[in-house]
């Protein structure tokens, strides 16, 4: 017990609890007040609380925030309740936000490499010198290689537009972002059928099927709220397919532990009872959709009864489950689901997925999947144009991938090409707020690529594993600092909001349009990102006759206070697919030489003494990127792996016994956690852990990372990363 | 007579943590230390399985053994304004007694400043209209605060609509703290 | 449930000192008492030992606060319901009292060497001269005097009258300290392996079985006596330690077989030392070492078993059965109080 007694401290902590509490009368607790406030030893005069509504940046989901601060310090996030999508919740990530801004292990200023790459070893640099650096080595890639010897790398975010804008100044062609090792599947197969990706009614729906989506455990979102609700008021019923018990699976009516890797036979099976039994929706069908009778053919020998040899599945409740979903809809769905692949077959898995909903007819109706509407924000009118690349980008994404947005590249055919200098070699290496490191599988490759470049530049708040392989670190801002423009969000109807700085920056940081706009002066093409964030806010504001303030009275605005539906199935409507209706089977897939019913194949068969690795998320956690957040880092310092008792005895291992784990490209040593929730032939490794670098200090070789020992492979229509492909031998290590 | 409870539904709690470090942020809790926990519990064998997420925290006991072992007077109760069982600081000497008085393991040392502390039930928070931290946070409102004594809260309707259960009531605390049961 | 433990070692090294003061003053003042002139070892030893025990423990007790410096709000309160607020009252008064209860038996060189300092010099010359013990040897060294009138024939009247009240207290205070390191544990529900009806007893005679031990280590080292003295001075520590050993080890027992009857919090509690991490530790270090090898030994000395062993090897024996009282006494407190702490109500 440590003796140390800070006096200053302790005052601190007592009045820091407690500053803050306005003199209300009104409630009969502050009644107690001054002889209550007195006897607990409180200040008489507590700090001013100023409140900044803003935009949380932790997640994709942008959640609605009322920031705290007392005398120029953030002390609170607490959620926005006026925000539709957020609707008053904020996630732990969220909470832990006032941490990302104070962490110590926050990159402060600029930093360029002094050791060997990957050494970690770095030195402060002013921000002249670091942009200095920085576009002289750009320049140097593109004399030598050309525009497209840089390859650019970004993740989603409110400021990646002005890097996108800055890489296609720059002129090259290579430029990769997330939807590869993310959603680009799901998108794809629901694209394939629908023209668009849909979103779901979950707050009205009756009737769900769940593959993997883990909703409840992995990524809190308002859908988590919504399908919270209509479970426990037994409004919906829900069935989870997943290998493993989530928590997802708990609240679930129905789990099925379903083989990992053949889902798409159950889909397959499904669509076959929907059709053979005469549960679709004939009148929908007939009047929004083609395709039926060559999908019936397709689907015929996918009977329940074949289905139930792959997925383990029994043949009476996948046909129990096609009528259930056919007796509730149009107020039903199977839901599309959104990470990264699980198999080289998840596009036509989530395929079959659309096409089952399109044969249930629940296109654009309430408890069903609808089109989200957004409002259009205005634009900056630049009359700027930029170069074209003289050369292709490395990736020929017309002709492996067309089915996928082009624009968003297939990450690990990029890092294949990079390392085989094919077509031509790419020396530098730009990375906006993303971690490849740990998002890619087989880490080792990535260092590999690493290592090859010229020059690594990484714009980031954190000194990640990849920030560790940079010549040169460039810190952004964190969101809690920062006026970003105007964001557009969907759900559960179109609204703006805009992220507001609760504090001025604490470091020598900048912001990402001003990070860009310091290189492209230096590049020599400053009229590319030539204005300000407010310049953009208006401009984006401007058809509305709106300006910033107004947002800041309740944190949004909208023209349209409900999600509105059935709008596509009026009269002459056109769905944006090539024959203008909902296209069960795919006309997309079919021009480009893809099955338009899909073809199944079973995963591979795994040899008796092998195990298939399966990987998740938690609430706690994104991706790999807040591990190190002391407040998280608490609550889950370390990662185990999930092995199924009946495995764990036939190896002799307990839990918390360590394990080494070995595939064909890699080897991890692991503590495991030997559980019932989950099927005897996979393993289940938490995401985004041993992280490499020292300078993320609480999270520095903690448990072990599932990318160590990933393999390679990706969906083979959309090129996203297939990560359940894996199968490792596991044993009990001797200490 | 105010008197402060808070009603938990189990059932929908996720085990998200969101709750944990809402508190974290607002009580300035130190790292390691815990004012509320979640307590997570498997049952069965694959694949009859059943998974349940118990919310915890002090339990604002009306016969507090915490406040009956206190030799400072640091703990007490706050009767006329709620029912609080709160800590006055300035008088704790830091003997721990009461923490091992709690049955519910709800109060933790915090060792820089050398007192023990728990959850207060944010009771800085309802001065400003708002609610305790975990509470508000919660994506699927687990939690529920307010009056029982008050009939027009949630918490009271609650209470008339569901039947609940307190725990550990043997040990003859009175807890405030109500879990849904049906 | 290996969790950090709130209270560790220096609770656990206050209540063996609380028990050790409490026994060494209950001796101390039965050994007065009695007027025999044999006793007159315990009496002093136990008296002086007292308050440095207590003064010790209390000094612990106060280092292991979280805010020391503050230790004196223990006394601008008084909580009846909590034993550590009526505990810490009462520790102080023992505490006064037993310091001038140890004054009444100083030795007259101690007294005349902190007299030397000139603080109190008089006052302290007076001390020495009043507390002169009764001088009962002849010339071979034999004891002459069995039953005293006077042990300290230069004390005044009203001196040697307060002496022997502050004696005749010493016993229910002493009793009072032994019980109340038992019931400071005792009364808390949440820890079900304290909050049994026979904690309050098994602390106070395992606290006068180690005093005894103590004593027995230790009399030696404040009263030279002659080999009548230290005889019969054994053989009363000896018969005393039988009969707190017996009571002790006949309160344990029943104990963990009610226990056992009790409530589902009790009997999960009892796991601690029937099969759980405590088991081993009491076992063979309370009960076998603490317990039974002193009672056997000590049983086989009572009935002249070892008259035939040679000095040393009965100095052995004796020195080992205190030692090993002493151990075991400190392990019941060890077992307890951290045990306590990794059991919870249901």
């Given at each position: 017990m440590t003796k140390s007694k800070k006096k200053w401290s302790r005052r601190a902590f007592l009045g820091a609890s407690t500053?803050?509490?306005?003199?209300?009368?009104?409630l009969s607790l502050a009644s107690g007040k001054s002889k209550f406030v007195q006897n607990l030893g409180l200040p008489t005069e507590f700090a001013e609380s100023k409140y900044t509504l803003s935009v949380c940046?932790?997640?994709?989901?942008?959640c609605g925030l009322k920031v705290k601060t007392q005398n120029g310090r953030v002390v609170k996030i607490n959620p926005?309740?006026?925000?539709?999508?957020?609707?008053?919740m904020l996630c732990a990530k969220g909470q832990a936000g006032v941490q990302v801004l104070y962490?110590?292990?926050?990159?402060?200023s600029p930093l360029i490499r002094?050791?060997?790459?990957?050494?970690?070893e770095f030195r402060k640099a002013t921000w002249e010198e670091a942009l200095n650096y920085t576009a002289e080595n750009m320049q140097k890639i593109k004399d030598k290689y050309?525009?497209?010897?840089m390859l650019f790398a970004s993740t989603e975010g409110i400021q990646e537009e002005f890097f996108r804008e800055f890489s296609a100044a720059f002129g090259s062609p290579n430029h990769v972002r997330h939807p590869s090792l993310c959603l680009a599947s799901g998108n794809t197969g629901f694209f394939s059928v629908f023209g668009k990706v849909p979103g779901f009614d979950v707050a009205n729906t009756k009737y769900m099927i769940f593959s993997g989506a883990n909703r409840l455990e992995s990524f809190i979102t308002p859908d988590t709220i919504d399908l919270i609700d209509v479970i426990k008021n037994k409004k919906a019923k829900l069935i989870v397919l997943d290998p493993r018990y989530t928590v997802t699976a708990s609240k679930a009516d129905v789990w099925l532990p379903i083989k990992p890797g053949t889902d798409l036979a159950f889909y397959l099976a499904l669509i076959h009872v929907l059709i053979y039994e005469e549960l679709y929706d004939k009148e929908f069908v007939a009047k929004y959709t083609q395709g039926l009778e060559e999908v019936k053919e397709g689907v015929a020998k996918y009977t329940p009864e074949w289905a139930e040899g792959e997925t383990e599945i029994p043949a009476n409740q996948i046909r129990e489950i096609a009528r259930e979903l056919a007796f509730y809809a149009p107020r039903a769905f199977v839901y599309k689901g959104r990470r990264?692949?699980?198999?080289?077959?998840d596009t036509e898995m989530r395929q079959a997925m659309a096409m089952a909903n399109a044969l249930i007819g629940n296109w654009d109706q309430k408890g069903g999947i609808y089109p989200k509407q957004s409002i259009r924000k205005g634009e900056m009118e630049l009359d700027v144009w930029p170069p074209f690349p003289d050369?292709?980008?490395?990736?020929?994404m017309e002709e492996?991938?067309?089915?996928?947005n082009a624009a968003d590249g297939a990450y690990l055919d990029f890092r294949e090409k990079v390392m085989r200098d094919d077509p031509y070699p790419v020396r530098g290496y730009f990375v906006y707020?993303?971690?490849?490191?740990?998002?890619?599988?087989?880490r080792k490759k990535t260092i590999e690529m690493l290592n090859k470049m010229e020059f690594v530049a990484v714009c980031d708040i954190y000194p990640t594993d990849t920030a560790m392989y940079a010549d040169v670190i460039l810190p952004e801002d964190t969101y809690l600092e920062r006026n970003d423009p105007v964001i557009g969000f969907k759900d559960p109807y179109p609204f703006l909001a805009v992220r507001q700085a609760?504090?001025?920056?604490?470091?020598d940081t900048q912001t990402g349009l001003e990070i860009f706009q310091g290189l492209a002066k230096r590049l020599g093409?400053?009229?590319?990102?030539?204005?300000t964030i407010e310049d953009l806010v208006k401009a984006q504001l401007k058809p509305f006759d709106l300006h910033r303030e107004d947002l800041l009275v309740t944190g949004i605005w909208t023209n349209q206070r409900e999600t509105v539906f059935g709008?596509?199935?009026?009269?002459?409507h056109r769905f944006p697919t090539p024959s203008g209706k909902i296209e069960i089977a795919s006309e997309r897939f079919r021009r480009r030489g893809l099955d338009v019913v899909p073809k199944y194949r079973p995963p591979e068969m795994i040899p008796k003494d092998k195990l298939r690795v399966i990987v998740g998320k938690n609430a706690l956690f994104t991706h790999a990127s807040n591990q190190n957040n002391p407040w998280l880092h608490e609550l889950m310092p370390t990662n185990r792996i999930w092995i199924s008792t009946k495995a764990a005895e036939r190896r002799m291992i307990k839990s918390g016994d360590w394990v080494k784990v070995t595939s064909p490209v890699g080897e991890i040593k692991i503590q495991a956690e030997v559980t019932?929730?989950?099927?005897?032939?996979c393993v289940y490794v938490p995401h985004?852990?041993?992280?490499?670098?020292?300078?993320?200090?609480?999270?520095?070789?903690?448990g072990g990372c599932d990318s160590d020992i990933l393999v390679t492979r990706e969906d083979?229509?959309?090129?996203?990363?297939?990560?359940?492909e894996t199968l490792v031998s596991v044993q009990k290590l001797e200490v | 007579m105010a008197r402060y409870a808070m009603v938990l539904d189990?059932?929908?709690?996720?085990?998200?943590?969101a709750c944990q470090v809402a508190c974290t942020a607002e009580n300035h809790?130190?790292?390691?230390?815990?004012r509320n926990v979640l307590h997570q519990t498997t049952r069965g064998v694959f694949p009859e399985l059943s998974m349940k997420t118990d919310p915890g925290q002090c339990?604002?006991?009306?016969?507090?053994p915490c406040v009956r072992v206190c030799p400072t007077g640091?703990?007490?109760?706050?009767k006329d304004g709620g029912g609080f069982v709160m800590i006055d600081k300035e008088k704790?000497?830091?003997?721990r007694y009461c923490m091992l008085a709690c049955p519910y393991d709800a109060r933790y040392y915090d060792e820089e400043v050398g007192v023990v502390d728990k959850c207060t039930f944010c009771f800085h928070r309802l001065a400003e209209g708002l609610e305790p931290a975990c509470v508000e946070t919660c994506p699927t409102k687990v939690r529920v605060f307010g009056?029982?004594?008050?009939?027009?809260?949630e918490a009271a309707k609650l209470m008339r609509k569901h039947s609940t259960e307190q725990k550990k009531l043997e040990a003859g605390t009175g807890p405030n703290l109500y879990y849904i049961i049906d | 449930m290996s969790h950090h433990h709130e209270w560790g070692w220096m609770v656990v090294v206050y209540l063996y000192f609380g028990g050790l003061g409490a026994g060494s003053i209950l001796l101390s003042g039965l050994g007065h008492l009695?007027?025999?002139?044999?006793f007159r070892g315990i009496a002093r030893t136990g008296a002086l030992l007292a308050p440095v025990f207590i003064g010790l423990g209390s000094g612990l007790l106060i280092f292991d606060?979280?805010?020391?410096?503050?230790?004196?709000r223990l006394f601008t309160h008084i909580n009846p319901a909590s034993p550590m607020s009526l505990g810490s009252w009462f520790l102080v008064a023992f505490s006064i009292f037993s310091t001038f209860y140890a004054l009444t038996h100083l030795p007259p060189n101690w007294a005349r060497f902190f007299a030397r300092f000139k603080l109190f010099s008089g006052a302290l010359l007076k001390l020495a001269d009043w507390n002169e013990?009764?001088?009962?040897?002849?010339e071979s060294g034999n004891?002459?005097?069995?039953?005293?009138?006077?042990?300290?024939?230069?004390?005044p009247e009203w001196y040697s009258s307060l002496r022997d009240i502050l004696a005749f207290l010493a016993i229910p205070l002493g009793v009072a300290v032994g019980i109340y390191t038992g019931i400071l544990l005792g009364?808390?529900?949440?820890?079900p392996f304290w909050n049994t009806p026979m904690v309050a007893q098994l602390f106070l005679f395992s606290a006068l079985s180690s005093s005894t031990g103590l004593l027995f280590l230790l009399v030696p080292l404040f009263w030279k006596g002659s080999k009548r003295h230290a005889q019969k001075e054994h053989r009363v520590l000896l018969t005393a330690d039988l009969i707190f050993i017996f009571v002790e080890f006949f309160i344990i027992l029943p104990f963990i077989i009610h226990a056992q009857l009790s409530t589902q919090s009790v009997i999960t509690a009892m796991e601690m030392i029937l099969g759980g991490p405590y088991t081993k530790v009491f076992w063979i270090?309370?009960?076998?070492?603490?317990?039974l090898i002193p009672m056997v030994l000590e049983f086989s000395e009572f009935f002249g078993?070892?008259?035939?062993?040679?000095m040393i090897m009965s100095k052995f024996i004796h020195v080992t059965v205190a030692v090993l009282i002493l151990v075991g006494g400190y392990l019941l407190r060890w077992v307890f109080v951290h045990a306590g702490q990794d059991t919870s109500f249901l």
């Open positions: 500053a803050g509490i306005a003199t209300v009368g009104g940046a932790n997640c994709v989901n942008k926005n309740p006026h925000f539709p999508k957020s609707r008053s962490d110590k292990d926050r990159v402060k002094t050791g060997p790459r990957g050494s970690g050309g525009a497209g010897g990264t692949s699980w198999n080289t077959n050369q292709d980008c490395i990736v020929p492996k991938h067309p089915l996928a707020k993303q971690n490849p490191m740990h998002s890619l599988p087989d609760a504090v001025p920056r604490l470091h093409f400053p009229e590319f990102l030539d204005f709008k596509t199935l009026k009269e002459g019932e929730k989950i099927r005897t032939d985004g852990f041993d992280h490499m670098s020292k300078m993320m200090s609480r999270v520095y070789g903690q083979k229509i959309t090129g996203n990363a297939a990560l359940h | 189990s059932d929908k709690c996720l085990n998200c943590k809790v130190p790292v390691g230390k815990h339990h604002h006991c009306d016969n507090a640091a703990s007490f109760i706050n704790c000497i830091g003997c009056d029982i004594d008050n009939p027009d809260t | 009695t007027k025999r002139e044999h606060l979280g805010r020391p410096l503050q230790f004196w013990p009764l001088n009962e040897m002849d004891n002459v005097v069995g039953l005293m009138d006077n042990p300290y024939p230069n004390s009364a808390i529900p949440a820890r270090g309370v009960v076998l070492l603490g317990i078993l070892f008259k035939k062993l040679p």
